[in-house]
């Protein structure tokens, strides 16, 4: 089993030697790694002549963007699995594709958890449309078949939510495979392009409107925006913590209990 792991790059020059550091170090080498830099300013090239020898692809021009970039580096891929590690974000140890290919890759798409901060974010262990009503998988934590992501590269039209269109085509429409497995895959560097452009709610809302018919915007808008407060409550629990979501769970519970005994009106709602 081989992995393209492809990174890509523009004027963050210390995050792309942090990226680079954690890609060669890996104790599992059965893998490619793919560089495209977007024509940097700052010594990022510098950075990519230093480690060459490690690097089995690269390219320092200007591109269309985040998107045409990772398409770039899609195209010259040559592994079963790619994984987009863009500069600054780091696997979470050394051994993170070491424990990822014992774990029976069979499937179009598997996502481990990412980690921010102290925080461990978990992919969801089961794929269904709600999932992509508020929140997207994370590339830097998902394996995507090689042959899937050529067929079907990123919408280089949108500028932070052509990942998002992809898994969402993908595993919606076209029902593609998909696993979830229980290992953390990578430290997301906050301030990046992904945490300013990512998942812009406007495109996600333009892209919803041209996909799907009114039935199923209805639903849409009111897992995202309805006005009761559980509703506005429990849209807050796929940011919670596992065990603040716990308590959170009973506090809702017991909140219900006593709404219903109250007969309060917003009860009704649910």
């Not at 210390?14 to 104790?27: C, D, K």
């Not at 959170?248 to 109250?262: E, M, S, T």
Request: hydrophobic share 35%.
């Amino acid at each position: 089993m081989k992995f393209s792991i492809i990174t890509i790059n523009y004027n963050n020059a210390n995050g792309l030697l942090r990226t680079i550091h954690s890609v060669i170090t890996q104790t599992y080498r059965d893998f490619e790694y793919i560089v495209i830099d977007g024509g940097s300013s700052d010594n990022s090239k510098q950075i990519i002549d230093q480690f060459q020898k490690k690097i089995d692809y690269w390219v320092s021009e200007p591109d269309g963007g985040i998107y045409a970039a990772m398409n770039k580096g899609t195209n010259v891929a040559k592994g079963d699995y790619c994984i987009y590690m863009n500069s600054g974000d780091v696997f979470y140890s050394e051994t993170v594709l070491e424990k990822v290919i014992k774990q029976n890759l069979q499937e179009d798409i598997i996502s481990g958890d990412l980690a921010i901060d102290d925080l461990i974010l978990q992919s969801p262990d089961h794929v269904t449309l709600k999932v992509f009503y508020k929140r997207s998988l994370y590339h830097q934590a998902t394996f995507i078949k090689t042959s899937l992501i050529k067929a079907h590269p990123y919408d280089e039209n949108l500028k932070g939510a052509a990942d998002w269109k992809f898994f969402l085509e993908t595993l919606i429409f076209q029902n593609a495979t998909y696993k979830h497995i229980n290992i953390t895959i990578a430290n997301f560097e906050r301030g990046g392009y992904t945490e300013q452009h990512g998942n812009s709610r406007s495109e996600v809302n333009s892209e919803l409107i041209k996909l799907f018919p009114q039935r199923i915007l209805d639903d849409y808008y009111d897992y995202c925006y309805g006005s009761s407060p559980y509703r506005k409550m429990m849209n807050q629990v796929e940011i919670i913590p596992p065990i603040k979501k716990i308590i959170f769970n009973i506090n809702v519970l017991i909140l219900k209990i006593i709404n219903v005994r109250l007969k309060s009106k917003w009860i009704k709602e649910l």
